[in-house]
């Protein structure tokens, strides 16, 4: 289900980094041996004949990080980014993988488009690289794609993201069908007849700036509708980078009830904010928007308490025209491949928010879970998917440095601290500086 360019796979041995995998209660000052693509020793003093040196002293040496959420703009509109240069750009940000969304143009709602970016994927990716097809035909939210002829191609998972699947039957129809694929349905809740027109966080701020509101009301309605759905069918599902403090409460409440719910944050709902919008940033626009201080808070207590498994960049670039415009015209969407780790490090991991080890296990085992991908895990006989960091490199986010073909982050400028140094995805070496 995930797919990499032919590539020989290496050997490496990573000398004296901290190993932390928090799966497989690791933590310690180890030597890590790769052989053929797999871990083949963890000690002291490794064999490195034969071995590619990666002196790890002082850096920090965990599982590879597993991207659920980006969009690749392929095929449609290559001018913002490609399967090449999105995958380059995850391996700078430390993933061994990444999970494609299908609304591109065409949506990937057949067999032969979801093929084509397959075979795409098999001469182009530089880390493996999953795709999501659509759940409705076109994501008009009237008919059901051909699901199991979609599976059986190699989809990963259905999503329907950036529009809500609206009509409550047809969801439920998603979600039946969907058990019988196997594959995880993955939600983008909203509530449009709520939502409307709304360019930012519905409160004291969207008021004082003049834009039009989108309540939180609009996503935790329909969250607390597709969890009642999948309770009653008894099936899973996945939500989608959720925002709001009623989301998190109705995810925490069916989980204790038994439902087969995950959810994913962003790194940017985690970090900010609806206070930023006070900058009238473009980069700052996205939906669902940043909420406000409480939202934030319960976010981040329900990524520490598990209510929340994963984190998810939905890295959606867009064109510098298009971002180059007043805030109410902009498009919604930011970049985060390249900085996810680093915003999460400098705004919860070091002032103590958030543990360093929770945060790589919902980087890295959580994601994958969610989809039912294998972990990346660090342990004798599994294939390397490694990340080597330095959490004591402090550097300024510069448009120059990116990979992805679109800039449109809303870290520029600002400095932070937790650099990758080096990634191993599916046993090669994809990125190191």
């Not at 980094?17 to 690791?26: K, S, T």
């Not at 993988?97 to 065409?106: E, G, H, K, R, S």
């Not at 051909?146 to 609206?166: I, Q």
Request: glycine content about 10%; charged content about 20%.
């Amino acid at each position: 289900m995930l797919f990499v360019k032919d590539a020989s796979k290496e050997n490496i041995v990573v000398r004296g980094a901290r190993v932390i995998d928090p799966g497989e209660g690791v933590d310690a000052v180890l030597d890590v041996r790769v052989d053929d693509g797999v871990i083949a020793a963890l000690g002291q003093n490794l064999d490195t004949n034969s071995h590619h040196v990666l002196g790890g002293e002082g850096l920090v040496l965990t599982p590879a990080f597993v991207d659920p959420h980006v969009h690749l703009r392929t095929p449609g509109r290559e001018d913002e980014e490609t399967i090449a240069s999105g995958t380059a750009a995850a391996a700078a940000g430390g993933y061994c993988a990444i999970l494609a969304m299908p609304n591109t143009d065409p949506v990937v709602d057949s067999a032969t488009t979801l093929g084509s970016l397959i075979e795409a994927a098999r001469t182009e990716a530089e880390v493996p690289v999953g795709f999501l097809a659509a759940i409705t035909k076109g994501q008009a939210g009237a008919e059901l794609t051909e699901m199991g002829e979609l599976a059986a191609a190699g989809a990963v998972g259905f999503s329907d993201d950036g529009v809500p699947v609206a009509a409550p039957g047809l969801m439920r129809r998603a979600l039946q069908y969907g058990a019988v694929t196997g594959r995880r349905i993955a939600l983008h809740c909203e509530e449009r007849t709520l939502s409307r027109d709304g360019q930012m966080h519905e409160g004291e701020v969207s008021a004082e700036l003049g834009f039009t509101g989108y309540p939180s009301v609009a996503e935790s309605l329909m969250v607390e509708r597709d969890l009642a759905l999948a309770a009653y069918e008894r099936q899973p599902l996945h939500l989608l980078h959720l925002s709001a403090w009623e989301s998190v409460q109705a995810l925490r409440r069916a989980r204790e009830e038994g439902v087969q719910a995950t959810a994913e944050v962003t790194p940017h709902h985690l970090c900010l904010t609806d206070e930023a919008i006070r900058s009238l940033d473009p980069n700052l626009k996205m939906n669902p928007p940043l909420r406000s201080a409480s939202d934030r808070t319960a976010l981040i207590e329900g990524l520490k308490d598990g209510t929340i498994t994963a984190v998810a960049t939905d890295h959606a670039p867009h064109a510098r025209h298009e971002k180059e415009v007043p805030f109410e015209a902009a498009p919604f969407g930011v970049t985060g491949l390249e900085t996810a780790f680093a915003a999460l490090y400098t705004h919860l991991v070091e002032p103590g928010l958030i543990p360093l080890e929770v945060v790589l296990e919902r980087m890295s085992a959580g994601p994958a879970r969610a989809y039912g991908l294998d972990e990346p895990r660090i342990a004798v006989g599994s294939a390397a998917n490694l990340v080597l960091l330095d959490l004591n490199a402090s550097y300024r986010i510069a448009e120059e440095s990116f990979r992805s073909r679109s800039v449109n982050s809303w870290l520029l400028g600002e400095t932070v601290k937790g650099k990758v140094r080096a990634t191993i995805s599916a046993g090669r070496l994809a990125y190191s500086t």
